[in-house]
Nanobody
Framework: QAQLVESGGGLVHAGESLRLSCVAS????????VGWFRQAPGKERQRVAC????????YYDDSVKGRFTISRDNAKNTLYLEMKSLNPEDTAVYYC????????????WGQGTQVTVSS
């Protein structure tokens, strides 16, 4: 059974950095489209960054472009999100996601990690 486990969240001041990690088991991230989403209180879940499964192209939401970097370590089966110049608007629960298509779509989510940025 596939499992995604995020870590690296925490409380930081505006302008500081964090790196989130997502370790996968039971699924090979190299074969998946992978991404990071976030959900702030009272708001819908938002896609922050992703890497396509087929071509490995990266996508970033405009709100994080130039500040966040998504990467994947295939040897460690781990997904990362490097976040720099954090601001209070980045405060949210961050979720790791992996989508695998083998006959049908398998959609895996982590439990989330809280990121809080104080002004």
């Amino acid at each position: 059974q596939a499992q995604l486990v995020e870590s690296g969240g925490g409380l930081v001041h505006a302008g500081e950095s964090l790196r989130l990690s997502c370790v996968a088991s039971g699924v090979t991230l190299e074969n998946c489209g992978v991404g990071w989403f976030r959900q702030a209180p009272g708001k819908e879940r938002q896609r922050v960054a992703c890497i396509s499964g087929k071509h490995g192209n990266s996508y970033y939401d405009d709100s994080v472009k130039g500040r966040f970097t998504i990467s994947r370590d295939n040897a460690k089966n781990t997904l990362y999100l490097e976040m720099k110049s954090l601001n209070p608007e980045d405060t949210a629960v961050y979720y790791c996601n992996a989508k695998l298509i083998v006959g049908r779509l398998y959609d895996y989510w982590g439990q989330g990690t809280q990121v809080t940025v104080s002004s």
